[in-house]
């Protein structure tokens, strides 16, 4: 497939997407195309050049594009479902969406600082296929905490992806343990072994991490953790929530109130670190002595070498 094509497709999605969900008539899908020079390169977008670009894109990318019989206008199917932020359909459009804005202000590259792609993306189409096919992979791991240059072959059953904080991390099954997180970049020698396994009937990638915030799941149980915040960091969370049950529970001038029902793991512990002194945990208490401890050994570090955590002793 060529570049120009893949552009198309691109820009086909992004304008009926941006059309909303009265959809956009082909005489107006037309007129658009047309006062796009560097895409159209002057061609008319006619009926047949529109189906099967249509056609295309379902293929492509899963993306179905129906048609208003009463008004003639065409819009995104089951864009209902695109109300799930974390959901790959909405990842998907949005993506295609941005690509294609980017494409059409490339004279603005300069301009328009990203971040990089996450890491381990190499070894991503290996995964795919194995996904697809149910087969298990092998590869060599060699975990951070291990320290060195020590790895261990290993040989997974592969569930699921995530993408977090600019990292992919599989999801998969080793032998008889438990399911495990494994990060891409730290994976060496990936290949497919051709033995299939059956992916559990009931399994969900969304349920299996719906009470985490991040990667790690751990042993702690999903619970209610309460959080007051003051009122400018509550404008952030009120924007971009940490988690999916996220409730503001109460609204003060001065300060607010976030619940959420997950699992106090690691991550997430992380997450609330980087709000500092602007938020503190209400409950439940062995989150919040947690914190404090943490505070702690922050203040003594920085205190200075070895020197005790007293009054006496103030932060320099």
């Known amino acids: 497939m060529s570049k120009q094509l893949l552009t198309r497709y691109i820009w086909l999605v992004d304008t009926i997407y941006q059309a909303g969900s009265e959809g956009i008539t082909l005489e107006n899908l037309s007129n658009k195309w047309r006062d796009n020079i560097r895409l159209s390169k002057g061609e008319e977008y006619n009926w047949r050049t529109f189906m099967?670009?249509?056609n295309d894109v379902l293929t492509l990318f899963g993306v179905e594009i129906g048609c208003n019989k009463s008004t003639n206008s065409y819009y995104i199917v089951e864009r209902g479902d695109l109300s799930d932020s974390s959901g790959f359909r909405r990842w998907l459009i949005e993506t295609l969406s941005v690509n294609n804005r980017l494409n059409e202000s490339a004279q603005l590259k300069d301009r328009i600082l990203l971040e990089p792609n996450p890491s381990g993306g190499e070894c991503l189409s290996i995964i795919l296929e194995a996904m697809r096919d149910n087969c298990t992979l092998t590869f060599d791991y060699q975990p951070f905490?291990?320290?060195?240059?020590?790895?261990?072959l290993y040989?997974?059953?592969p569930y699921a992806l995530k993408v977090f904080?600019?990292?992919w991390y599989l999801l998969g099954k080793y032998g008889d343990s438990p399911l495990k997180i494994y990060a891409l970049d730290r994976m060496t020698n990936i290949d497919i072994e051709f033995n299939k396994f059956e992916l559990p009937e009931n399994f969900s990638a969304e349920a299996f991490f719906s009470t985490c915030f991040g990667i790690f799941v751990g042993d702690e149980e999903p619970q209610i953790i309460r959080l007051r915040v003051d009122a400018q960091q509550a404008k952030y969370l009120r924007t971009l929530p940490?988690?999916?049950s996220q409730k503001e529970e109460e609204t003060t001038d001065s300060h607010s109130v976030f619940s959420y029902f997950l699992r106090p793991t690691f991550?997430?512990?992380q997450e609330l670190l980087t709000m500092g002194e602007r938020m503190e945990v209400l409950e439940p208490k062995s989150l919040?002595?947690?914190?404090a401890r943490i505070g702690r050994e922050i203040a003594n570090k920085h205190r200075g070498k070895g020197k005790p955590d007293t009054d006496n002793n103030p932060v320099k």
């Not at 905490?145 to 261990?152: E, I």
Request: glycine content about 8%.
């Open 242 to 244: 940490l988690h999916s």
């Open 155 to 157: 040989n997974v059953e």
């Open 267 to 269: 991550d997430f512990i």
């Open 145 to 152: 905490w291990m320290g060195g240059n020590v790895s261990s």
């Open 52 to 54: 099967r670009h249509k």
């Open 288 to 291: 919040r002595k947690e914190m």
């Open 165 to 167: 904080k600019r990292r």
